[in-house]
């Protein structure tokens, strides 16, 4: 069965550092997401993006925040400067059609020290 | 803005017992709700969904959900749980009135079951 992968499965940074997550959606798939779950708390959106652009972004999601799609496969997101509330576990999602599931990665867990 | 409620913090049941795991939402519009379990260093794998039709939908591993829209719930149940069914459960809801593809999470579940 087609599956969502990230890598790294970890990352250790230092503050002001930047990090690329990267992920590879389901193949067919024509929607990808990013979502975070910091420590002990619920997860939350970040961006969506659809045909080369963001369709629709969170609070969260400011402007050290970047997603792309570098080469019809991959979809990353990068974070300019981490601080230490970046912290977070961040999973990777796609769906096809807009309405459909949404499948998640594992997950890539990012430690800003 | 959509949110989702999951009032437990832990749900514990005896193997073989019914497991239920509660949900509430709110949103402006019409919901399609989801269920998602997480198991430990895993990614959250989907259960199950309501979008339209019949309010009690089946899903995998003998999961089913009811959508009650007069109390705004969709619990999650198993009629006989299993040990491998200890793991975290979430909850989540879109709002289509908003016309967005964001799924709102509730906090999760830890489901332990108990041999």
């Known amino acids: 069965e087609p599956e969502v992968t990230q890598t790294p499965s970890h990352q250790v940074t230092q503050m002001g550092q930047e990090v690329i997550l990267r992920c590879v959606p389901i193949s067919n798939h024509l929607y990808f997401y990013w979502y975070r779950q910091i420590l002990g708390q619920k997860v939350e959106f970040l961006v969506s993006?659809?045909?080369?652009?963001?369709?629709?972004k969170s609070e969260i999601f400011d402007d050290q925040f970047s997603v792309e799609r570098p080469d019809g496969s991959n979809f990353t997101l990068k974070i300019r400067s981490t601080k230490l509330e970046d912290s977070a576990m961040y999973f990777c999602a796609s769906s096809f059609p807009s309405s459909g599931d949404q499948y998640f990665g594992p997950g890539t867990r990012l430690l800003v020290l | 803005a959509q949110s989702v409620a999951q009032p437990e913090d832990q749900v514990n049941v005896a193997e073989g017992n019914p497991l239920t795991v509660k949900c509430t939402y709110s949103v402006s519009g019409n919901p399609y709700l989801f269920w998602y379990v997480q198991y430990p260093n895993r990614g959250l794998q989907f259960l199950l969904k309501?979008?339209?039709?019949?309010?009690l939908v089946k899903g995998s591993y003998g999961f089913e959900a009811e959508f009650n829209k007069s109390q705004t719930s969709f619990h999650l149940k198993k009629p006989s749980a299993l040990v491998s069914d200890s793991a975290l459960y979430f909850c989540?809801?879109?709002?289509?009135?908003?016309?967005?593809?964001?799924?709102?999470f509730g906090k999760g579940n830890q489901v332990v079951v108990i041999p």
């Open positions: 309501y979008i339209t039709g019949d309010n």
């Open positions: 989540a809801v879109r709002d289509i009135g908003q016309g967005n593809n964001r799924l709102a």
């Open positions: 993006f659809y045909n080369n652009e963001i369709s629709e």
